[in-house]
């Protein structure tokens, strides 16, 4: 599975159901999946590997959560302890219906985070770049430039420490960083230079199409559209909620126009395009499916139990079989990508014949 | 001519609508009274915000690299912010205390040195990166990178403040401490307390707090004043002090000398070579006479 747009449609069916559920057995069930899934990609992730545990930070996230709302919201009947006096803030009754309600905001933020580092395990940055759509062309080449060069400077930092400690710079005080930082920063810009000069020997932005002067319509649109958007947000606040939906709604129509508009102005090749393979089409289709099951108005289907409020007390919430077997939904990615793991798959065609000494092309 | 003032019609549109989509708990009481918000809408308001504020952040994203169109720019960019997004890489691999963070030094002085549509785009597309590399890519991110983009932005206005008072120092010849790596520092400062107070705006509203601390409807615009500086004051006040005070001491230890190689640099990077054109009916008056 290598269709960034899979990968995506999948990302947003688990933000949509982690965002419209507050029941913590619906919210296990959708962490399972996501952890399941980033579990399959753990050794064929083409993305990126993080700086930090996602379990600790997780477990960060979740004890801090319950703590901090057990601690500073006194409400609910089920009273653990009281604390004493007239502190700010911490002084009342902690209690268990405070410690839920903070771990179920824990485990909807840990969803979105580990959902994410999920996409970002998935994809290659490469992949995750050319997702900017084509009215961002400059920036999207500024980030290409900027994640290309990040491991550059990482190395050239680590390049320049060693240098000063061979000279015998010592770190003591703050301004002993100077040092360090003015080398990165000078090494940097003049590497900006010559890939300035680079770009313009190969011809970058030097065609009419691409350097030529802005048009004035596709900013009529986005301007407009962006009042647009403000006009409906005042009006969906203060005094009805539909009309300010469809001024809203028009709002986006406009600002897509102009960013349609805008991207017709930019030509982009892409050398390598991600075809779309029977496994993707799948992910598609399932991934719409689970947002049709849990956003269409569907006779028959009790949804109810998606709500859940653990105040004034506690009680268990309730789970209907059919939306927990309609999460389950969102481990299809993760078994395409396990059962392209198996160990018969190992090698790809090209890889075989090479291996059995028959490199045909 | 035209085209100036729809640049600015639109980075002020766009900066005032995400604005509005933040500051909404503030101005909501004072257009209605009507029940049925706050926690009711817990579940649609973070994505509407996120939608709404995402659409604010795309035009002025679109605006602002209008005139990128520029090698030397785009390379600048790219390469300052690999360097900023290093730092930040750095930061949460080796975590320092509170909410000390590298990044805003190096975006309040590129927006300073190299004007505020840099300045924008260095602190969104720091955030974007630095996102992209560390795994923080969430719905939080249109929030910080639309935050760091104005810390970045703003940065310019202080050339109004300083250029006249450094103006008036070289006038009166006095020496002394440097004014407009003082007012940097400054700068840096209040935005530590303003980062932190802008990206908790993303939750409060949301967040079942004490009685008089946490929104409620049908509060007046002070009292919601009131009861968000108390949220703020016993939740974030030590960790945004010590993000505020890593700004300024970062600013006043390397300030001068990265300001000067960012000056330095911005000779070679901020030019462009207008061949220029002979009048071409003399040219070819010369051409068929001679």
């Given at each position: 599975m290598k269709q960034p747009w899979a990968w995506v449609a999948w990302l947003v069916a688990v933000l949509v159901l982690l965002s419209i559920t507050r029941n913590p057995l619906y919210l296990v069930i959708i962490l399972l999946c996501i952890f399941i899934v980033g579990f399959s990609l753990r050794e064929s992730g083409s993305g990126l590997l993080r700086p930090f545990s996602l379990w600790k930070f997780a477990l960060w996230i979740l004890a801090f959560t319950t703590v901090f709302n057990a601690l500073t919201s006194h409400y609910g009947q089920t009273v653990l302890f009281t604390i004493p006096g007239n502190l700010p803030l911490l002084s009342g009754d902690v209690t268990l219906e405070a410690m839920v309600y903070g771990a179920t905001n824990g485990l909807i933020l840990i969803g979105m985070l580990a959902s994410f580092m999920v996409l970002s395990l998935a994809l290659p940055v490469r992949d995750l770049i050319n997702l900017i759509p084509r009215p961002f062309f400059p920036v999207a080449v500024v980030t290409s430039i900027a994640v290309t060069y990040l491991p550059t400077t990482l190395r050239q930092f680590q390049q320049i420490r060693e240098a000063q400690a061979i000279r015998g710079h010592q770190m003591r005080t703050l301004r002993d960083w100077l040092p360090l930082l003015m080398p990165?920063?000078?090494?940097?810009?003049?590497?900006?230079?010559?890939?300035?000069?680079?770009?313009?020997?190969?011809?970058?932005?030097?065609?009419?199409?691409?350097?030529?002067?802005?048009?004035?319509?596709?900013?009529?649109?986005?301007?407009?559209?962006?009042?647009?958007?403000?006009?409906?947000?005042?009006?969906?606040?203060?005094?009805?909620?539909?009309?300010?939906?469809?001024?809203?709604?028009?709002?986006?129509?406009?600002?897509?126009?102009?960013?349609?508009?805008?991207?017709?102005?930019?030509?982009?090749?892409?050398?390598?395009?991600r075809t779309w393979g029977w496994q993707d089409i799948l992910t598609l289709i399932v991934t719409l499916c689970i947002l049709a099951i849990f956003l269409l108005p569907i006779p028959g289907l009790n949804r109810s139990s998606l709500y859940y409020d653990p105040y004034p007390k506690l009680s268990s919430p309730s789970f209907s079989p059919i939306l927990g077997l309609a999460m389950l939904g969102l481990l299809t990615p993760g078994y395409f990508v396990l059962s392209r793991n198996h160990p018969g798959d190992k090698y790809s065609n090209a890889e075989k014949r090479i291996l059995n000494g028959n490199p045909r092309l | 001519m035209k085209s100036r003032i729809f640049s600015l019609a639109i980075y002020l549109a766009a900066t005032l609508s995400g604005?509005?989509?933040?500051?909404?708990?503030?101005?909501?009481?004072?257009?209605?009274?009507?029940?049925?918000?706050?926690?009711?809408?817990?579940?649609?308001?973070?994505?509407?915000?996120?939608?709404?504020?995402?659409?604010?952040?795309?035009?002025?994203?679109?605006?602002?690299?209008?005139?990128?169109?520029?090698?030397?720019?785009?390379?600048?960019?790219?390469?300052?912010?690999?360097?900023?997004?290093?730092?930040?890489?750095?930061?949460?691999?080796?975590?320092?205390?509170?909410?000390?963070?590298?990044?805003?030094?190096?975006?309040?002085?590129?927006?300073?040195?190299?004007?505020?549509?840099?300045?924008?785009?260095m602190g969104a597309f720091t955030m974007f990166v630095s996102a992209l590399v560390t795994g923080g890519v969430g719905p939080w991110l249109p929030g910080q990178?639309?935050?760091?983009?104005?810390?970045?932005?703003?940065?310019?206005?202080?050339?109004?403040f300083i250029e006249p008072l450094m103006l008036r120092m070289k006038q009166k010849n006095t020496t002394g401490i440097n004014p407009e790596i003082l007012a940097l520092a400054i700068y840096g400062l209040l935005w530590g307390f303003l980062y932190g107070a802008i990206m908790n705006l993303w939750q409060w509203p949301f967040i079942m707090g004490v009685q008089g601390q946490s929104w409620q409807v049908g509060l007046g615009f002070t009292e919601t004043i009131r009861h968000y500086l108390a949220y703020y004051l016993v939740t974030s006040l030590i960790w945004d002090t010590i993000a505020a005070i890593g700004n300024l001491l970062l600013i006043l230890a390397f300030g001068a000398a990265t300001l000067k190689a960012l000056r330095r640099f911005k000779k070679r990077f901020v030019f462009n070579y207008i061949p220029e054109a002979e009048p071409i009916s003399k040219t070819m008056h010369e051409e068929f006479s001679g």
């Open positions: 990165l920063l000078v090494g940097g810009l003049e590497h900006a230079m010559q890939l300035a000069e680079a770009m313009t020997a190969r011809g970058f932005a030097s065609t009419n199409s691409v350097a030529g002067g802005r048009q004035v319509l596709p900013r009529v649109f986005l301007l407009f559209g962006v009042v647009m958007l403000a006009i409906g947000w005042i009006y969906n606040l203060s005094v009805n909620q539909t009309m300010g939906w469809i001024i809203i709604a028009a709002g986006v129509v406009l600002i897509t126009i102009g960013l349609w508009q805008e991207g017709k102005q930019s030509h982009r090749t892409t050398y390598h395009r | 604005m509005m989509v933040l500051l909404y708990p503030f101005f909501l009481p004072v257009l209605s009274n009507r029940a049925g918000y706050g926690t009711f809408r817990a579940g649609e308001m973070p994505a509407m915000m996120t939608l709404l504020l995402g659409l604010c952040l795309v035009v002025l994203i679109i605006e602002a690299q209008g005139k990128l169109m520029n090698t030397k720019l785009i390379a600048l960019l790219g390469v300052l912010v690999a360097i900023n997004s290093a730092l930040r890489f750095i930061e949460t691999a080796i975590p320092g205390p509170g909410g000390f963070t590298p990044i805003f030094f190096l975006i309040i002085l590129v927006g300073y040195a190299f004007g505020g549509r840099i300045g924008f785009l990178m639309f935050t760091a983009g104005w810390v970045g932005m703003s940065a310019i206005f202080l050339k109004l």
